[in-house]
């Protein structure tokens, strides 16, 4: 799956947000990362995200990641940071996206991501929590940011690597370095701090949203539970640690499907078959891709045109690039791939 171009969103303070947004069928996943996790720059490469494991989850399906302000291709920060700070990136990214998102807060993300659900529960059509907590500090994630951590942070990006990813030792000093210079040591500690006395007890009551509580480690099950319980309309889920390879993506999808999907009525999506059409999606531009999801609803080139901002020449353009790496030759054809490939 090709990198698509970043955007930016801006805050209502003025940050500029970098997000990616991978084409595909609507409602889109909004992935809320714990922050202080590798730039966006580095994850689009990783086998455990942009490389493998997004494509397998997303299934065809629209998904959007972002770096946290401070980090990555996003607006740099100087000093301290506020909760309220983070809670206006994903209110940035939520209102770029301009339509309901069935949300996963990730970690420490599910403290912001909360709140902002909590207030703006119009945006969202469902909200996943994995391996969060009601406070900073209690779940898996809080026992890798105790103090000392600042002490050698390359040390302990390096760490963090080989448990997270499951990388050889050069690897992770590899992507230590680049880990490092996406999200500074001041920004870490300015993510920390924000976290620091914030606490959901009252505020996941309100959440009336389905939702599904994931955990991934023993140490997340009673936060887990604790949560799923507070929350009116939840489901649970305790699963045993893994590393986060690309397989990863098909198992969680199969979990989220089965768990939260069906509730949705949605249908169960379909893995991303090992075919040679498969194969040549994979060589399809981020914006031929959403000309080809644009084709598959029906639309004509007008239509397309309209829609995407662009010269009737311009698709025809794309059409053709399609068609050529498809090894398709008419639209009925190219329908036909975008269904193999998930995206219609």
Request: net charge neutral; aromatic share 6%.
């Amino acid at each position: 799956m090709e990198t698509p171009p970043t955007r930016y969103a801006t805050t209502s303070d003025g940050q500029r947000i970098a997000y990616l947004h991978y084409p595909g069928v609507s409602p889109p996943f909004l992935t809320v990362s714990t922050p202080g996790v590798p730039p966006l720059s580095l994850r689009a490469t990783m086998p455990a995200y942009g490389a493998g494991r997004w494509p397998r989850f997303l299934r065809g399906r629209a998904g959007v990641y972002f770096d946290w302000r401070g980090t990555g291709g996003s607006d740099p920060i100087a000093g301290q940071m506020s909760l309220h700070d983070l809670v206006a990136d994903i209110d940035a990214v939520a209102s770029a996206i301009g339509e309901p998102v069935d949300a996963n807060f990730v970690g420490r993300a599910s403290l912001a991501g909360c709140l902002h659900a909590v207030r703006n529960q119009a945006r969202y059509r469902s909200i996943q929590i994995t391996g969060g907590a009601i406070r900073a500090g209690e779940n898996w994630q809080g026992l890798h940011s105790r103090p000392g951590w600042e002490r050698n942070y390359r040390e302990h990006l390096r760490s963090l690597a080989r448990s997270y990813f499951d990388v050889s030792a050069a690897e992770a000093m590899r992507l230590a370095a680049h880990w490092e210079q996406g999200v500074p040591a001041h920004v870490r500690s300015a993510y920390l701090e924000a976290d620091r006395g914030v606490d959901l007890t009252t505020v996941l009551p309100l959440i009336t949203l389905p939702a599904l509580v994931m955990a991934l480690n023993p140490s997340d099950y009673e936060p887990a539970a604790l949560m799923a319980a507070l929350l009116p309309d939840s489901v649970l889920s305790l699963r045993e640690p893994r590393a986060s390879g690309p397989e990863s993506g098909d198992t969680d999808r199969e979990e989220w499907d089965r768990l939260l999907g069906a509730r949705l009525g949605d249908l169960p999506s379909q893995p991303i078959p090992n075919s040679e059409t498969t194969r040549r999606g994979f060589a399809l531009t981020a914006r031929e891709r959403e000309t080809l999801v644009a084709l598959a609803s029906g639309a004509s080139n007008a239509e397309i045109a309209a829609a995407m901002t662009l010269s009737p020449r311009t698709v025809e353009y794309h059409l053709a690039n399609i068609y050529s790496k498809l090894g398709v030759h008419s639209r009925v054809a190219a329908v036909n791939a975008a269904r193999e490939l998930g995206l219609a």
